[in-house]
């Protein structure tokens, strides 16, 4: 499906660059060495952990199989919430002046197969990095939006307990 006949996109047609609130998802994959997998989004998206919009007639956890399927071919077998965004200061402006804030569900997936696929419909590259390493080609607010995901992570796995901001 393309962006065009997304929710969202159906959605932006009709308010235009109104603000706007929408569920999403965000998913921490590490591999067998704790790296976190990172994709390179076409366009000039840059770089993201797998992430996406929910559509309508799906759950929040199908949302996260289908974005993270079309983003890196991987199956998410099992994950959980471990933080769940929704506080104004997580909104911007998107390229197209379209205004949002983040209402995003980060899920640590737990277990996945598959092989990883690097160039998708949406994606130029995916890649495993370091723990705290943010790959070059972020913008400012992602890459302040990755640190405190990361941070939040760590948090988690310390004492188990959903975060919530």
Not at 2 to 11: D, H, P, T
Not at 113 to 141: C, H, M, R, V, Y
């Amino acid at each position: 499906m393309n962006w065009e006949e997304s929710y969202i996109g159906k959605l932006r047609n009709l308010v235009g660059n109104q603000k706007l609130i929408v569920p999403s998802i965000r998913a921490i994959i590490e591999d067998q060495k704790g790296n976190i997998l990172f994709i390179e989004r076409k366009g000039k998206g840059g770089w993201s952990m797998p992430a996406g919009s929910i559509e309508l007639g799906e759950s929040i956890f199908e949302c996260l199989v289908r974005e993270v399927k079309e983003e890196t071919g991987l199956e998410v077998l099992s994950a959980k919430v471990i933080a769940i965004y929704s506080n104004p200061k997580y909104g911007q402006k998107n390229k197209f002046g379209d205004e949002y804030q983040l209402f995003e569900f980060l899920f640590l997936v737990d277990e996945w197969k598959g092989s990883l696929i690097k160039n998708t419909e949406e994606t130029n590259d995916a890649k495993f990095f370091k723990l705290d390493e943010i790959p070059q080609n972020t913008n400012e607010f992602w890459t302040l939006f990755h640190k405190e995901v990361i941070k939040d992570y760590k948090q988690f796995k310390n004492n188990e307990k959903l975060i919530l901001k």
